[in-house]
């Protein structure tokens, strides 16, 4: 999420993720200006396949298994149906998307329905011949994550020797090729010192765009929460390193940043809302209003191979759950806030307070934000714990595990 | 236009610059909205009219002088209103990477 928004009178900007809509309010007629209602942006996650096995991993720690996984024509039907109701952008992630082998058809299907397609790739894999026929068949953007600057670092958080090398080669490929190249860099304890280098990595390379992702704690994060949070201290260097540097590269380098929310007062307007401005597709065609949403057990998501896309959107239990304000409570409900950051992020709240109606704990205005802030703070304190790398079987062991709420202060 | 940071490989807009859109930028009309969107990695851009008149027009061969010129004609206004406008706007962009030359 980015706080840009407006560069001149002529011409406004918004980041993909958390364009405001129209706000739907799950309308039953379906005739009325739906385009206008539709998101900008769709996740497509492919698979949860993946060769690396960061700890921080956004996907669920249930991990989708292949043979569950959407069939070619089934991808090729979403891609259509997103470009009819006014997507405007895929992006096409996983797990590894390049692990399918179909990844061209989805990609051409893209193409053909006008989307504008950003391919999210570890790049250890991706061949360059591969790669020429994905640009051909109408890719836009490539965006490769690096693990770390430090090639041994990196390959020890990714679980995947080598791989420094093989992205360098897909991102030099990238840049020949014409297209524009985005580094990501998943930003945490194990790395945060090296802030400043990926700038100079991504000036490098000629990358288009840089994105500082301080991780996110959900899911794989959460469970690693220990070996990953920094300090409160490295967290606002690492901002205001990002800061001087956006000044300093404008017109040169477009750098976004994902800051970590246990330190903050005010919530991040998660997903720009929910059900307002994105949709995430599960391997399996599960339909989500971000991808951490299965982590709250009340919802029931719909499935592509069960109903349209546009049908989903307007009318599923699941978009319509959080969107809007009704479903709010204190401090949430009477706050001037409320139409601006929505009460934060519904999977945190969930994760953390055991409802998700309740306020984002990120809040300062959450009962339970003093605890989380405590916790972080104790946590970055302490030595890193060892990463529990995402892969199946870690998967099968964390799911047996219980999470303890936290517990409100007085 | 703060005008104040001048980074190596900065674009600074001027009279003679002559912009163009990168490839990765698409300019596509957005039917379902009805408005034009500029799309880039990760951003979609709605520029107004006046933006999408400009852009049109930016094919590396014009200058922007000529640009102006030729809106300061097709709309009736001031010559120098118009390039103080189409600048303003083009220095933004090229800010934010949505311009070369």
Request: charged share 25%; hydrophobic share 40%.
């Amino acid at each position: 999420m980015t706080e840009e928004f407006k560069s001149n009178g002529h011409c406004e900007t918004v980041s993909v993720d958390d364009e405001p809509t129209a706000g739907v309010v799950g309308s039953k007629d379906m005739t009325a200006e739906l385009c206008a209602l539709a998101p900008i942006g769709m996740l497509a996650e492919l698979t949860h396949r993946c060769p690396l096995q960061c700890g921080y991993c956004s996907n669920p720690i249930e991990l989708e298994r292949v043979n569950n996984e959407l069939t070619t024509e089934e991808w090729c039907s979403v891609m259509r149906q997103a470009g009819e109701m006014g997507i405007l952008q895929v992006h096409l992630s996983g797990g590894e998307p390049t692990a399918r082998k179909d990844l061209e058809d989805i990609v051409s299907a893209a193409t053909e329905a006008g989307l504008y397609s950003n391919l999210i790739t570890a790049a250890v894999t991706l061949k360059r011949d591969r790669l020429e026929d994905l640009v051909k068949r109408g890719l836009d953007h490539v965006q490769i994550s690096f693990q770390d600057v430090d090639a041994e670092n990196a390959e020890r958080i990714g679980a995947y020797p080598g791989a420094t090398q093989k992205k360098l080669d897909v991102a030099r490929w990238v840049v020949e090729m014409g297209l524009p190249l985005t580094v990501n860099a998943p930003i945490h304890r194990q790395n945060i010192h090296n802030v400043g280098r990926y700038i100079d990595l991504a000036l490098k390379l000629g990358a288009q765009r840089l994105e500082i992702a301080h991780v996110q704690y959900y899911g794989w994060a959460f469970l690693n929460r220990a070996a990953l949070i920094p300090t409160y201290e490295q967290t606002i260097q690492s901002i205001d390193l990002v800061e001087n540097a956006r000044e300093r590269l404008k017109g040169v380098l477009t750098i976004d940043m994902v800051v970590p929310d246990y330190y903050a007062k005010r919530p991040k307007p998660c997903m720009g809302g929910w059900g307002k401005g994105f949709m995430n597709i599960t391997p399996a065609g599960k339909v989500l209003p971000c991808h951490a949403a299965e982590s709250i057990p009340e919802l029931h998501f719909d499935n592509v191979r069960d109903r349209t896309l546009l049908d989903i959107w307007m009318n599923s239990d699941a978009f319509n759950a959080f969107r809007g304000t009704d479903w709010m409570k204190e401090p949430c409900r009477s706050c001037a806030f409320k139409e601006i950051d929505f009460g934060g992020c519904r999977c945190q709240a969930m994760a953390m307070t055991a409802d998700p109606r309740n306020t984002d704990p990120a809040c300062a205005l959450s009962p339970y934000h003093g605890e989380m802030v405590a916790l972080a703070k104790t946590e970055a304190a302490k030595p890193a714990t060892a990463f529990v790398y995402r892969n199946p079987r870690n998967a099968a062991d964390a799911m047996k595990t219980e999470q303890e709420p936290l517990v409100p202060a007085e | 236009m703060t005008g104040a940071t001048t980074s190596p490989g900065r674009l600074i807009v001027a009279g003679e610059t002559r912009p163009k859109l990168p490839p990765y930028l698409k300019l596509r009309h957005d039917a379902g909205r009805g408005r034009w969107v500029l799309l880039a990695p990760e951003r979609v851009l709605t520029p107004d009219q006046t933006a999408v008149a400009v852009l049109q027009l930016c094919d590396g061969k014009r200058t922007v002088e000529e640009i102006a010129a030729k809106l300061a004609e097709e709309y009736s206004a001031p010559v120098d209103v118009i390039t103080a406008d189409v600048l303003d706007l083009l220095q933004g962009l090229a800010d934010k990477g949505y311009v070369k030359a």
